[in-house]
């Protein structure tokens, strides 16, 4: 079973070869996607929504990120693990930023951690590569950012927003990082800037032209039912299926029919009977 690593991402660009991303917080969802093959896992800080129960990532600590890459890192053998840097882990100043972005490595195990923005954070990416710590940018929709945007809301539709996004980009790529995330993006504009980008574009909401894409895992399981992003596509209904089986445990413990004989141990009559 071959590693995937940076260089191994990089590579699968220039062979064309596309790349399978998906989130993982914890030791079993991480054992089950890897076994599966994924390329590589992202330990998000959207987290914070899905794992905590919070309404945007901004709750999201640099304590909380720890604990759930420490934990992906354990289930994992062969993908790579991205680690998010959670908001103001990095906005302070590039000292902590490399610091944190560090303790992601040394302390729980990841082997590239990702952050949100652009030219604004050629500095910060330039220091933590330095460092000798792989990146991945984060581009379009930044929900760190959510309040700034006004919403969750594609980006660059217009002109303006459009040539930033690819400046960004170019930017991120002479820093030295090895991929870009772009999320709500539209199709048109993230091919454009993985055509002229030398590095993977990772897409959520960035339509097909991509050299990969991520999914948020719970989503794609159908674990929580109601209104899904565009961009979504349930490859299974989990939330139906666990639901039944609740509701067959809760049945059969409620009429005395779990546990059975097949599920209880036996004892020796004889030492029962000198209990009495």
């Known amino acids: ?48 929504n899905v794992m905590l ?15 759930h890459v420490k934990a992906v890192c354990r289930g994992v053998n062969r993908a790579l693990v991205v680690a998010d840097m959670p908001f103001m882990s990095y906005q302070v100043s590039i000292e902590e930023a490399v610091r944190n972005a560090g303790r992601l490595l040394q302390e729980a195990g990841a082997q590239a951690v ?30 760190q950012a959510v309040h700034q945007l006004g919403g969750y809301k594609v980006q660059g539709k217009e002109e303006a927003a459009a040539k930033k996004l690819l400046a960004d980009a170019r930017a991120l790529e ?14 048109a504009l993230a091919s454009k800037v993985t055509d002229e980008l030398g590095i993977p574009t990772i897409g959520i909401g960035a339509g097909a032209g991509c050299d990969g894409q991520v999914l948020v895992t719970q989503d794609m399981l159908g ?3 109601g209104n899904k992003a565009k961009f979504v596509k349930e490859y299974a209904n989990l939330h139906e299926i666990i639901t039944g089986a609740v509701k067959s445990y809760i049945s059969e413990v409620q009429a005395r029919k779990y546990p059975g004989a097949e599920h209880s141990f036996k004892m020796d009559e004889a030492v029962l009977e000198k209990l009495y």
Not at 15 to 31: K, V
Not at 116 to 136: L, S
Not at 174 to 187: N, S
């Open 1 to 48: 079973m071959k590693k995937v690593t940076t260089a191994v991402i990089r590579e699968q660009k220039k062979l064309g070869q596309p790349i399978s991303m998906l989130t993982a917080y914890d030791y079993s969802f991480a054992r089950v996607l890897d076994e599966a093959g994924v390329d590589m896992l992202l330990v998000g800080d959207s987290l914070g």
């Open 223 to 225: 674990l929580f039912p």
């Open 174 to 187: 002479a820093c030295g990082a090895f991929a870009v995330v772009l999320e709500c993006v539209p199709e």
């Open 53 to 67: 129960g919070y309404q945007t990532t901004l709750p999201v600590t640099m304590e909380d990120m720890l604990h």
């Open 114 to 143: 990702k952050l949100e923005g652009g030219q604004e954070f050629e500095g910060t990416v330039r220091a933590i590569v330095k460092a000798g710590i792989p990146v991945v940018g984060h581009l379009g929709l930044t929900p």
